[in-house]
């Protein structure tokens, strides 16, 4: 079974940067696509960024593009995403996510906390 376990998240203050990680437990980087998502409270989970495996390109949500930049490493089988110019409404648990027809994972989440 394939894990994912995300870090980097914390509590900042509007304007800074976090960036997160995401470690993979096998050598699927390379060949899923890989993404992220969040979930705000009372909200849905929504679609953050992805990293198309097949193609390297990469594809944002409006509300992140232009601050947020995703990447991955095949070598150490992980997918970071760098958050920049964090605002309030960027609050919510983020969720890294693998995705290969007939197969979806998904890490337990890390908090991201912005204070205004």
């Known amino acids: 079974q394939v894990q994912l376990v995300e870090s980097g998240g914390g509590l900042v203050q509007a304007g800074a940067s976090l960036r997160l990680s995401c470690a993979v437990s096998?050598?699927?980087?390379?060949?899923?696509?890989t993404a992220w998502f969040r979930q705000a409270p009372g909200k849905e989970r929504e679609f953050v960024a992805v990293?198309?495996?097949?193609?390297?390109?990469?594809s944002y949500s409006k509300s992140v593009k232009g601050r947020f930049t995703i990447s991955r490493d095949s070598a150490k089988n992980a997918v970071y995403l760098q958050m920049n110019n964090l605002k309030p409404e960027d609050a919510a648990v983020y969720y890294c996510?693998?995705?290969?027809?007939?197969?979806?994972?998904w890490g337990q989440g890390t908090q991201v906390t912005v204070s205004s």
């Open positions: 990293f198309r495996g097949s193609t390297l390109r990469t």
């Open positions: 096998e050598g699927i980087v390379s060949t899923y696509d």
């Open positions: 996510n693998a995705y290969y027809p007939g197969n979806n994972y």
